[in-house]
């Protein structure tokens, strides 16, 4: 069963509870190894800083994995939460001896914090990731995104629509599309990115949209 975030006099509450807990069959612990580890999503919200530190209890069963995840403070995000929760729960420790009963561990876990900016975009949408690959390779092969844009717009041709949005804040996509977008410099366009059951390639504009 996963335990999710828990708010400030939960955390309290919960951590007394779980000293009494662990007088009687394990000691809290921070071992000197972990074996596996998955990558936690990127916060995508605005503090003043570029990293978030996240206080971690992992219950770990004998052969290292983990059996349950406790975050003792939230990101401020519930969905990023729900899916760290389930990237933590993949994580692996190194083994306890076998006449060491001591399951518990915390952590203090570093999280990349992802910054905001606002953009001029165009997106290029495909219903499919074979047809967004022919626009890319179109792309690529020197055709201008805007007359891909315009194309699109006949429903004989390959691609779903095509589209330009103006001062666009980046934290209004998916963390992982934010990152593409940041990353991205003027002028230059992303390759196929999946969005709820679609394919979209991004391109970056400067002052002016066409």
Not at 89 to 94: H, L, V
Not at 150 to 177: C, F, K, M, W
């Amino acid at each position: 069963m996963k335990v999710f975030p828990l708010n400030i006099f939960q955390s309290i509450l919960f951590i007394g509870i779980l000293s009494l807990f662990a007088m009687e069959c394990a000691t809290l612990r921070d071992p000197t190894q972990i074996v596996e580890r998955t990558e936690l999503p990127i916060v995508n919200i605005e503090m003043e800083k570029d990293e978030l530190i996240l206080p971690v209890i992992f219950q770990i069963q004998e052969d290292g994995s983990v059996e349950k995840v406790n975050m003792l403070t939230t990101s401020g995000d519930s969905e990023w939460d729900r899916m760290a929760v389930d990237s933590l729960m993949k994580w692996r420790f190194e083994a306890p001896p076998p006449d060491d009963n001591r399951k518990l561990i915390r952590k203090n876990i570093r999280v990349q914090l992802l910054p905001q900016e606002v953009m001029n975009v165009g997106e290029l949408i495909a219903g499919s990731e074979a047809d967004a690959n022919v626009l890319y390779s179109r792309l690529r092969a020197g055709i201008s995104f805007e007359q891909l844009v315009s194309q699109v717009a006949d429903e004989s041709s390959i691609g779903r629509s095509g589209r330009y949005l103006e001062d666009v804040n980046t934290a209004d996509y998916p963390a992982h599309i934010s990152k593409i977008l940041i990353d991205l410099n003027v002028g230059s366009f992303s390759r196929p990115v999946q969005r709820n059951g679609e394919y979209v390639i991004f391109k970056r504009y400067g002052a002016h949209l066409p």
